[in-house]
């Protein structure tokens, strides 16, 4: 009801704008803005649904303000196209609705009653209401008890005996093994799962549990995965929870290996980093993979292949039982996720059809439970068996894939399962409890605690849920879980270290680079992303008088306030404010540290003024001092007047990118001299080296050759006629990923250019 009323006055405000108060700028610029807000905040939430099919919540604020690195946006390419446009034509149409009989005198009245039902409009719509609520949840109102139940545990297993192989399910949830609702879809794994396995039949999900990374946080660490919004900041942490003892750390603490596996890029959603700083020190994704498996090339737009994978578990599983030391072995599928999943080649349920018609959801499922089961049966019929607890989960239910009505007419569970190497033990669990429970429950088995979190073993204790609607006190306590991260408000001193690539202080570790916005009871990080703008732009939005510390490399800070670093590539620290000077200091040790030293000085808007425009200058147009053309920076010597054809720097140097011209050209401000050799240090990208590149200055040419490792190589020119230009045309430019960020296209490159240095001849 609340999203048609809104809908109403939405149109309504247009009605009696358009035909009833005329024609003014002002009201009609505002109208346009409040109903264009509408319209934004209604597209998000059906962008939103799109995946989630629980509109705007936790996981969507999460994703898009962590690393997206990894993502695999293929399928979701036509429907973005297609929001994109739909959106364009609908604020021309809305544009030109608002300009209707704008021959009639402007109307105060009718204006404001626009106004105000355009307002009305946005704060009935359901997106506002749940983008509100989230706002709100983050901070605390009231007294809490979150304390009192939630448990630090053990951070050791006094004598650990069993190896552990935790089995994560892309979105398997087991309301897809109801043989009565989806008969045979999974024959294998719901064989070993009657068989052989301990069956919890209630494992509910709970806000903050319902994506990949918030799955295995609660089934790790016993705790919804809340994070703060503000500034991207859980972005920035390079510790992910640090305050919490999870099933991980627990793991390594005893004496474990501790290993991850999964054919997706681990850098997606921060997963790298949660595992890192929760005890899994080996870890196996999409690039450390691609250099092992036996086919690199068969893959789908997220990963490998879980046949592929489980296939590495397996070898890895043989090789880690040789060994005298326990190890645990976690790993995740991928070829059940949303929209409709992926089919491997080897499966033999490569179709399953619904209502007489092939659902492809379904399908997903029924191909990946084949390879899950087929790896919990060669580890069962191995020789280290006994020793090897086996679990396998769902990381979360299943998103608004193709089987979503159908899922969503029975009673929804998470999968948890247990199975027993050294003997079946077939039992049906039905108490209720969730996935915060899962990792207590595994460390009950391993010998060790039984509660972590707020979770709580389900074969030693009562879980939370069956003493609380836990739907509604997770969200109660979703202030106190974000306290975990352990944000500072204050900052006097703080450390580098360069080996880590982070910045410490007040006990948080935040990964580099990193802009630190200081007030008063309040240090807001800001770090860099997909989404965030690079540092410098983020620090031109500050007041003259607002303190910061900025970390990064020295020759973004150093041409505004320490020309002598300009194009250094170490790390350096700024301190201070834009209405004075800065300082920039070089960190030249591998563990640095420094108070926070940031000067009275009188703030002067002009010096202000021109700090803003230093620092918004565009990298093409950044001039530095230098006798040569260093390309791992931003912008060129100020003996270059112009430069076209190359990417963006890079820690090593920059591509040329035929997308942008078919040659690199370098245009210098004064003629070349008459005789000159040139040093080049470069490389050749695919079938580019070892043939011979062309070199040009005026009608001069000559070859360079290069391999696929950076060399020098120097040629000898006349310069005759004068001129300024120094062309490299790449014979065959290719189309490549290569070192590409997320969404950008894919770049035509030919030669990589490290430095380029014109020496005068005698």
């Known amino acids: 009801m609340s ?211 918030a799955g295995m946080v609660a089934s790790q660490c016993g705790i919804p995965l809340f994070a703060p919004f503000e500034g991207n900041a859980s972005a920035s942490l390079s510790s992910f929870f640090p305050q919490n003892t999870c099933l991980g750390d627990i793991l390594k603490n005893s004496g474990y290996q501790t290993w991850f596996m999964q054919g997706a890029d681990l850098r997606f959603a921060g997963k790298d980093t949660f595992l890192k700083s929760h005890g899994i020190e080996h870890l196996y994704g999409l690039q450390e993979l691609k250099d092992q498996v036996a086919d690199p090339a068969y893959r789908n737009n997220w990963g490998f292949y879980d046949d592929t994978v489980m296939d590495e578990v397996w070898q890895k599983f043989e090789q880690l039982s040789q ?185 948080a570790h935040f990964s580099l680079p990193l802009l630190l916005k200081i007030g008063k009871d309040k240090v807001e990080p800001l770090p860099e992303g997909e989404y965030a703008a690079p540092l410098r732009y983020q620090l031109a939005d500050f007041a003259a008088g607002d303190k910061f510390v900025w970390v990064d490399r020295c020759f973004k800070m150093a041409r505004l306030w320490q020309p002598a670093l300009a194009i250094s590539t170490d790390l350096c620290v700024a301190q201070g404010q834009l209405g004075a000077q800065p300082q920039v200091q070089h960190i030249d040790k591998a563990n640095w540290e420094s108070a926070v030293t940031i000067p009275q000085q009188p703030l002067d808007q002009q010096r202000w003024r021109q700090n803003v425009a230093a620092l918004k200058v565009a990298d093409h147009d950044i001039r530095y001092q230098a006798d040569s053309f260093k390309f791992d920076v931003p912008g060129a010597p100020l003996a270059v007047k112009d430069f076209s054809g190359i990417s963006r720097p890079e820690a090593w140097g920059r591509w040329s990118n035929a997308n942008l011209a078919p040659a690199v050209t370098i245009e210098y401000a004064q003629p070349l001299p008459p005789r000159f050799d040139i040093v080049i240090r470069a490389k050749a990208f695919g079938p580019n080296a070892q043939r011979p590149i062309p070199v040009r200055v005026g009608s001069q040419q000559q070859m360079l050759t290069l391999s696929h490792e950076v060399s020098t190589v120097t040629l000898h020119f006349t310069n005759p006629e004068g001129s300024r230009q120094l062309v490299f045309t790449p014979p065959e430019p290719q189309l490549s990923n290569e070192g590409n960020i997320i969404g950008q296209d894919p770049r035509k490159l030919g030669i990589g250019l490290v430095e380029i240095n014109v020496v005068p001849g005698q």
């Open 3 to 213: 999203e048609l009323f809104s809908v109403i006055l939405f149109v309504a405000s247009i009605v009696i704008y358009a035909y009833k108060a005329g024609r003014n700028t002002f009201w009609y610029l505002s109208l346009l803005l409040v109903l264009g807000l509408f319209i934004i905040l209604n597209a998000t939430l059906y962008a939103s649904n799109y995946f989630t099919g629980e509109g705007i919540n936790d996981a969507v604020i999460y994703t898009l303000t962590n690393s997206l690195t990894g993502a695999g946006v293929s399928k979701y390419v036509l429907p973005g196209i297609g929001l994109v446009l739909a959106l364009f034509l609908v604020f021309c149409l809305l544009s030109w609705l608002l300009r209707r009989r704008g021959d009639r005198p402007h109307h105060f009245g009718y204006s404001l009653l626009a106004l105000l039902l355009a307002l009305a409009s946005i704060k009935t719509t359901p997106a506002f209401q749940q983008v509100s609520d989230l706002i709100v949840s983050q901070t605390r109102s009231g007294e809490s008890d979150f304390a009192q139940w939630y448990h630090e545990p053990q951070k050791q297993i006094a004598k650990p005996t069993l190896n552990l192989v935790y089995i994560y399910g892309e979105s398997l949830e087991r309301t897809y093994f109801d043989e009565q609702a989806f008969p045979k879809l999974a024959p294998e794994l719901s064989r070993l799962k009657r068989q052989q396995a301990l069956d919890f039949a209630q494992t509910e999900q709970l806000p903050g549990t319902e994506y990949t990374i």
């Open 323 to 507: 060994q005298k030391q326990p190890f645990a072995l976690f790993t995740l599928t991928v070829d059940t996720h949303h929209p409709d999943g992926f089919i491997s080649r080897s499966c033999q349920h490569k179709s399953y059809s619904y209502e007489g018609k092939p659902n492809q959801s379904f399908s997903a499922v029924a191909c990946s439970q084949e390879h899950v089961a087929r790896l919990i049966d060669r580890i069962l019929a191995s020789p280290w068996a006994k020793n090897t607890l086996i679990v396998v989960s769902s990381d979360h239910l299943a998103m608004n894939n193709t089987a979503w009505k159908y899922l969503n007419a029975h009673q929804r569970d998470n999968l948890f399962m247990i199975i027993r190497g050294d003997r079946a033990q077939p039992q049906l669990l039905t108490m209720k409890r969730s996935s915060l429970d899962n990792g207590a429950t595994v460390l009950d088995l391993l010998g060790g605690d039984k509660a972590i979190g707020l979770g709580r073993s389900s074969l030693s204790d009562r879980s939370l849920s069956e003493q609380f609607e836990m739907k509604k006190k997770v969200l109660e306590w979703k202030a106190d879980v974000i306290q975990l991260w352990g944000f500072p408000k204050h900052i006097e001193r703080f450390s580098v270290d360069q080996q880590k690539n982070s910045i410490s202080f007040s006990g």
